[in-house]
């Protein structure tokens, strides 16, 4: 499986954008980018993926590199309920829902 | 709610027991996984199944785990003989078909062995 590197752990206020890097600089053409987040006693719950362009949801924003080695997690607006432990995750294409690899993921302390 | 269930939530047990924990899927998904997590790791990969076949299991799961769908439906997620390192939370997750890219989990079932 393609690996992905994250920072341990970032720290941001409530109400400003956070941005959550992810480097996969062995991703192959396949790959999908999924990132899930687990809050505290929670278990992980999905919020995003993409392939290759930009993608938009209620929930986060993900921008990918045009060489996919890199992408980035975006929060708009942080709130408090955004503090979490996030996961970059590569998923091979074409095989439908899978297992997930977890690496340790960042672990995003928002400010009040 | 319709989501992931898993019973129970907690459960301390001594060592040498055995221990079950159940999943229920959300109902229609095909494909269930379980995951352990220990504190400050992310979740790693024990099993999973496809209706009530078990397709896959990870080196991480020993002779003393064994797990159980009957039916495609609820599974089970049984430990013999517990040790201290099986303390940890265990995750279960579902997807739907083939096509879907979504896992939801569960709360987990975090257990203790004293």
């Known amino acids: 499986d393609a690996k992905t590197t994250q920072p341990n752990s970032m720290e941001s206020n409530e109400e400003e954008p956070v941005h959550l890097p992810c480097n996969h600089s062995?991703?192959?053409?396949?790959?999908?980018i999924h990132w899930y987040r687990q809050l505290p006693s929670q278990g992980p719950e999905y919020v995003i993926h993409?392939?290759?362009s930009n993608v938009n949801n209620r929930m986060a924003s993900l921008a990918i590199a045009e060489d996919r080695k890199s992408s980035t997690l975006i929060l708009h607006r942080a709130t408090l309920r955004d503090a979490a432990v996030y996961y970059c995750?590569?998923?091979?294409?074409?095989?439908?829902?899978?297992?997930?690899?977890f690496g340790q993921g960042t672990r995003l302390t928002i400010n009040p | 709610d319709t989501g992931v269930s898993q019973d129970p939530r907690h459960k301390i047990t001594k060592r040498g027991q055995n221990v079950t924990f159940r999943c229920d899927p959300i109902?229609?998904?095909?494909?269930l996984y379980w995951y352990r997590q220990t504190l400050g790791q992310g979740p790693e990969f024990l099993t999973y199944?496809?209706?009530?076949?078990?397709?896959?299991k990870s080196r991480l799961l020993s002779d003393r785990f064994s797990a159980e769908r009957p039916k495609g439906s609820f599974s089970t997620l049984e430990i013999q003989r517990t040790e201290q390192g099986d303390s940890a939370m265990y995750l279960c997750?579902?997807?739907?078909?083939?096509?879907?890219?979504?896992?939801?989990f569960g709360q987990g079932t975090r257990l203790t062995v004293v």
């Open positions: 997750a579902s997807s739907a078909t083939l096509q879907a890219t979504e896992a939801f």
């Open positions: 995750i590569l998923i091979r294409g074409g095989q439908g829902a899978q297992k997930l690899v």
């Open positions: 062995t991703i192959s053409g396949t790959d999908y």
């Open positions: 993409g392939l290759t």
């Open positions: 109902s229609e998904h095909n494909r």
């Open positions: 199944f496809q209706n009530e076949a078990q397709l896959e």
